[in-house]
């Protein structure tokens, strides 16, 4: 599976991004979808997922400010990021894989390339 991540770049704290992902698979829309965020010396983190079904899943810190949704026939899934902060600063990954039992399992095969978002403050 193909993945292209999209629509980074720098922003001041407070401002927003919008992340774009398009993906390359035939049954797009039976799997979940994912953006996670890695920082240099970290190991990559989960941000938001929603699930083929429209479930969706935040970590704690981006809570309110950011929000995931998917469009099933353009193959997209998008990250919209408001109030951002320099902590949000990371390379983002979009991924393509499975939500079961409230957990959602990565294909690492579909990384594909990052876009880097840049907070100042």
């Known amino acids: 599976v193909q993945l292209q991540a999209s629509g980074g770049g720098q922003v001041q704290a407070g401002g927003s991004l919008k992340l774009a992902c398009t993906a390359s698979?035939?049954?797009?829309?039976?799997?979940?979808l994912a953006w996670y965020r890695q920082t240099p010396g970290s190991q990559r983190e989960l941000v938001a997922m929603i699930s083929n079904v429209g479930t969706t899943i935040y970590t704690d810190s981006v809570k309110g400010r950011f929000t995931i949704s998917r469009e099933n026939v353009e193959k997209r899934v998008y990250l919209q990021m408001d109030s951002l902060k320099p902590e949000d600063t990371a390379v983002y990954y979009c991924?393509?894989?499975?939500?079961?039992?409230?957990?959602?399992?990565?294909?690492?095969?579909?990384w594909g390339q990052g876009t880097q978002v840049t907070v100042s403050s």
């Open positions: 991924n393509l894989g499975v939500y079961a039992s409230g957990d959602y399992y990565p294909n690492e095969d579909s």
């Open positions: 698979s035939n049954a797009f829309g039976a799997y979940a």
